[in-house]
């Protein structure tokens, strides 16, 4: 088996060329050609011919394919879909902002949470990426897309701290000075709430924004459309959000799906309001995007504006996100399973 180049770190890799004799100057032009795109030792043609050699029977470079492809006509928002080495497939999304290009970006094939709204969790976890499986959807995006990526968002298929040490890799290689030097606090990391994995996050003191898929405000509902609340209530969880800001000094962002008829209440807003008082937080009230195989419902506009006025009147900070790709499968999963059930056919 040869080793994952893409997945090491600069000091890694200078470690490892080192034990070939080499230079860390040559392993410093390596790194650089890797988060170029490089997709072959071959393309590096500023290194000796022996050592590219010598560099493919090693290692190999991964590289993802362009399966299928949707540009929205509304706003300019692209969606990837893109083959791994294996096979499998992952989503990415490009996101056009007045502050730059934006991509949320997929941490796992599938995904093991079974939130009731998602489409990612249908068929549940296939596996866990790589550190430069999560680089490539950046990366080959930029590429693509032909413009400098500034934000970054993980938000995709899976749940990030599932895959945590994957996770932290990645964050260590996207943020390097000497590869795509994104800043930590352009990255948005998203989870379900799995409190062990917040705790052990908030111990990194990273700079990025932790956002929290809340989407209900108590127990009961929760739930009922999310099975990790089972295991960390919200209390435990709003506890480990306090101590993460405390911590990091960080805010902390709360995603709030907004469900017809499910959470969507005057009393919810009421009860969210009172849950996040004191906190240092943001809440961002999302409009369900539907999924097919599943029967929940977006809340109307009406609906929402009332929810975020409650929030707003109580002084908690609150935004309603912006709809993108709302003509190309916007929520997260639904080119993944479209693709793979035609191709069943």
Partial sequence: MKTDIKSLTLAELQSQLAQMGQSSFRAGQVYAWLHRGAVTFG??????????????????ITAAQVVRKQASQQDGTVKYLWRLSDGNCVETVLMRYRY??????????????????CASTLGGLVR?????????????????AGQPIS?????GIGEPLDNLDTVLRFLALVNSPQGMNIG????????????????????????LTLSVSLHAPNDEIRNTIMPV????????????????????????SFEYAMIRG?????????????????????????????????????????????????????????????SLGGDIDAACGQLRRKTAVTASQ
């Fill in 100 to 117: 730059g290009n934006s991509v949320c970006i997929s941490s796992e094939v599938g995904c093991p949470m079974g939130c009731a709204f």
């Fill in 262 to 322: 499910v959470n969507d209440s005057p009393a919810c807003a009421r009860l969210l309001l009172k849950r996040l008082r004191g906190m240092p937080a943001h809440v961002n009230l999302i409009p369900l995007n539907e999924v097919a195989e599943s029967p929940l419902k977006p809340s109307s506009r009406q609906t929402i504006r009332q929810f975020q006025q409650i929030l707003a009147d109580g002084g908690l900070p609150v935004t309603v996100r912006r």
């Fill in 151 to 155: 934000h970054i968002v993980l938000m």
């Fill in 43 to 60: 393309e590096m043609t500023d290194l000796p011919k022996a050592l590219r050699e010598s560099l493919d029977e090693r290692y190999e």
């Fill in 184 to 207: 930590m606090r352009h990255i948005s990391l998203s989870t379900c709430g799995l409190v062990p994995k917040i705790r052990q996050l908030a111990e990194k003191k990273l700079q």
């Fill in 229 to 252: 609340n089972r295991a960390y209530h919200v209390e435990a969880l709003l506890a480990a959000c306090r101590d993460y800001a405390r911590m990091t000094g960080r805010r902390i």
């Fill in 128 to 144: 866990r990426l790589r550190p430069s499986e999560m680089l490539d959807q950046v990366l080959f995006t930029q590429l693509d």
